[in-house]
RNA sequence: CGGGGCGUAGCGCAGCCUGGUUAGCGCGCAUGCCUUGGGCGCAUGAAGUCGGGAGUUCAAAUCUCCCCGCCCCGACCA
């Protein structure tokens, strides 16, 4: 491609609304181009990288049997009422009518017109398993997109569906589908770990979340290096403490005023205590009622924990005349003592002693509370966010932690879907079964964005050569010199003939400019065509990741340059 | 949805508080000259509904109200 005729519009300056290094960058390369928020042009060099990585995807697809479709984008309401997301998902889920008053939405996933396609079309056990895939656009009405194309609202998603007879296939598909993953981001040259993940919404038994490993990611990944363990912070596990606890003597409990502090940093302050002596008692509205969960001072709640503990699809932190009717108290002054509502306890709470509680009255709190001495518990249970260095809940060496962009997510569904649109097969014995699902999803935008993300410098964007859009960058300081030019041209073609991916800055600019340029686009190797190297026979190399650069036999650049892309990775 | 901020040429911004010339600056763009190994220099030029509407005023980019769009923080989320 000769750089003169390309869309390839450059910006010098750093546009202000791009927050994020990648958001930033493929701005600034020409890559992409905003209409409205969270909604992105893809302009001809974004649109090369995402084919390269829509083709790894396609191969590694493909070779465990996923037959590629395209699912409707628009999507009638009934199938989501069947299924019953179309109440639940709430105001993500783009919504309009047709001309005859007929409620659609914009797909934001494909489960349910799946389902439905394989309900009507599968009827036998003969005919399973099955694994069906789309790359298609999305659109989900993000709260918030940001980041570019990293949160989109509309993005384009690699979604694949499996369907099998029983459990025991589901799983199988499962992992063969954990396997292809981890292969397309191996052959994308990212850093990534594949992480233990709540199910959310989705529903399902397990699933696995694939992230990018990147300081600016939004999500936490925790991971153990004794025994690999890793999981995002939503789900990830804390060993209950053994044996920790000191045989301090009991003492007695006390009643102490402690007039407006709320707090656990007023209330420690001015008790003269640290926070891991004081039980914070946090009061949540729950579809079965009002509950109280007690932490450490110095831990945090963690939601997701406490949601699948009880079981419940809603879950908030208490207003302030819940906390009031409940404890009997305002807001910072709740504790375990003589409640009548169920107690869970984090379990670094067993048989804590001479702790400081909220006193169930204003100005009140309580020292020397001993459990289960002074307080009853319902149930105590792994509740709180994990932290650096906390035990690993497998094998009990310190967890680390790390920021992570989440470009893949698996899912074992089971019947969830299958169950409520009525998706069954006959058995070997003739008996009507559920078909057994699994669904799987890559953001392809995110994991180019991810890709930038983890790859570029001050200069811009270094390409993983398995997703940049050109292979190398022909770059000639001086069109206007004809030796040059003609000679210039001559590489262009015999590049191109090798079947070489040729981005050949041929536009009549100064150097410096079409450095910057070379720089920014990313692209692994720069030919720089200069008279003077050129008249003894020799071009100049630049790989754009290491900075190194050498001169070479103009002759052999074929070769140099296959030799490059032939190594891995 | 709550809190904060922004909207002036393609991009980055000044001007607004304290209303009053022809609305500026840098980059980019066009043309010419010059220059050619890291965003070079000189000259000329094109390009603006000052986000939209209503109002106050002799006079509004500037003051008031409403609306729209965008960004940041939070809540939320495969």
């Known amino acids: 491609m000769l750089f003169s005729k390309a869309l390839i519009p450059t910006l010098k300056e750093t546009p202000a609304d791009a927050e994020v290094a990648s958001h930033q960058l493929m701005l600034r390369a020409g890559m992409i181009r905003k209409l409205a928020a969270g909604i992105y042009s893809y302009l001809p060099l974004a649109q090369r990288v995402l084919q390269k990585l829509k083709i790894i995807i396609r191969e590694e697809m493909n070779s465990i049997d996923g037959q590629e479709i395209t699912l409707p984008a628009v999507q009638p309401s009934e199938i989501w009422e069947k299924s019953g997301r179309w109440n639940i ?17 914009l797909g934001p996933t494909h489960e349910e017109v799946i389902t439905d396609l394989i309900r009507r079309e599968v009827k036998s056990y003969r005919e399973l398993p099955l694994t069906l895939y789309q790359i298609q656009t999305k659109f989900r009405d993000e709260i918030r997109p940001r980041f570019g194309i990293m949160r989109a609202r509309e993005f384009v998603m690699k979604d694949a569906y499996s369907f099998d007879r029983d459990e025991a296939g589901a799983e199988e598909s499962y992992h063969k589908m954990y396997q292809a993953y981890t292969n397309i981001f191996e052959r994308c040259g990212l850093e990534f770990r594949a992480v233990e993940a709540d199910t959310g919404s989705i529903g399902g038994s397990f ?9 600016s990611g939004e999500d936490v990944v925790v991971y153990c290096e004794g025994c690999g363990y890793a999981a995002n912070l939503e789900k990830a596990e804390v060993k209950p403490p053994v044996g920790l606890l000191e045989n301090e003597s009991l003492k007695n409990l006390e009643k102490v005023h402690t007039p407006e502090q709320k707090t656990v940093d007023e209330v420690t302050n001015f008790l003269g205590i640290t926070p891991d002596n004081l039980i914070k008692t946090l009061i949540f509205d729950t579809d079965k009622g009002p509950i109280a969960v007690l932490v450490r001072g110095d831990h945090e709640i963690n939601e997701i924990k406490l949601k699948n503990l009880l079981g419940c699809e809603y879950l908030l932190l208490a207003d302030d005349d819940t906390v009031e009717k409940v404890t009997g108290a305002p807001r910072g002054f709740a504790g375990p003592l003589d409640l009548n509502i169920p107690v869970y306890a984090d379990n670094i709470l067993k048989g804590a002693t001479n702790m400081v509680t909220g006193g169930n009255g204003k100005d009140v709190h309580y020292k020397n509370v001993n459990e289960p001495r002074d307080f009853k518990t319902t149930r105590f249970a792994d509740l709180r966010t994990a932290e650096e260095g906390d035990p690993c809940a497998r094998c009990g060496k310190p967890l680390h932690m790390r920021r992570g962009i989440e470009v893949g997510h698996i899912f074992k569904l089971g019947t969830k879907y299958s169950k409520s649109l009525h998706a069954t097969y006959l058995d070997q014995a003739g008996k009507e079964s559920l ?13 180019v964005a991810a890709a930038v993300e983890q790859h570029h410098d001050k200069d811009g964007i270094i390409f993983p050569k398995a997703l940049t859009p050109y292979q190398v960058l022909m770059l000639p300081i001086n069109i206007n010199d004809e030796i040059l030019r003609k000679a210039a041209f001559q590489m ?3 590049l191109s003939q090798a079947g070489i991916e040729v981005l050949f800055d041929d536009r009549d ?21 200069g008279s003077r190297n050129f008249e003894r026979g020799k071009v100049e190399v630049k790989y754009r990741e290491s900075g190194k650069m050498e001169l070479i036999d103009s002759e052999k650049t074929v070769k140099y340059i296959k030799g490059f892309f032939n190594k891995k990775i």
């Not at 699933?207 to 300081?215: G, I, K, P, Q, R």
């Not at 078909?435 to 994991?447: E, K, N, S």
């Open 89 to 105: 998902y709430g105001k993500e889920l783009l919504r309009f009518k047709d001309r005859n008053n007929r409620n659609f939405c």
């Open 207 to 215: 699933s696995h979340e694939f992230m990018v490993l990147a300081d």
């Open 435 to 447: 078909i057994v699902m699994g669904c799987y999803g890559i953001g392809v935008g995110r994991t």
């Open 492 to 494: 262009y073609d015999k």
């Open 509 to 529: 600019e100064r150097p410096g400019i079409k450095f910057k340029d070379a720089d920014l686009i990313g692209i692994p190797i720069r030919i720089t065509i």
